[in-house]
């Protein structure tokens, strides 16, 4: 199975999902987007499969989007994807693809419900909490 993680590896929920897909015994195809960057056609279609707006994807908290004005609701969509593209620290992350589906996967154990096969546990996030038991059943 395919599965692309639009990562950013100074984000622990990131690093968690990664792991998360690692343990399910897939090698994804990692994009650091604050390196490669997005194109607005890419941005399009990640949301419209996840289901998402740009104000939705839009990461509110550790970016620039307070100081841009971004968060007033009078924003329009076009004018967030355009800041998205000059900035893309302002999406949210990490959104993966699967043959399952898109999702943003916050929090990170969003992600089990897109793979093939869960990873087997005990899984635990990089904070100690525990994603899955010893039989592999959610926790959280």
């Known amino acids: 199975m395919s599965i692309v993680i639009h990562h950013n590896p100074a984000c622990g929920t990131s690093r968690n999902v ?15 987007y604050l390196q490669t960057g997005w194109t607005r056609s890419q941005l399009q279609a990640l949301f419209a499969a996840a289901g998402l707006t740009p104000r ?25 994807l355009d800041h998205m593209l000059e900035q893309p620290v302002l999406v949210n992350r990490p959104i993966v693809c699967t043959a399952k589906g898109v999702r943003l996967c916050r929090p990170s154990e969003a992600v089990l419900d897109l793979l093939e096969e869960r990873p087997k546990g005990p899984l635990y996030k990089e904070d100690g909490e525990m994603i899955l038991n010893e039989k592999g059943e959610s926790v959280v």
Not at 18 to 32: F, N
Not at 65 to 71: M, N, Q, R, T, W
Request: hydrophobic share 45%; aromatic share 0%.
């Open 18 to 32: 990664l792991a998360i897909i690692r343990a399910s015994g897939v090698e994804p195809t990692v994009v650091e």
């Open 56 to 80: 939705t994807a839009l990461r509110t908290t550790k970016s620039p989007a307070a100081e841009l004005g971004l968060l007033d609701p009078e924003v329009s969509d076009e004018v967030l």
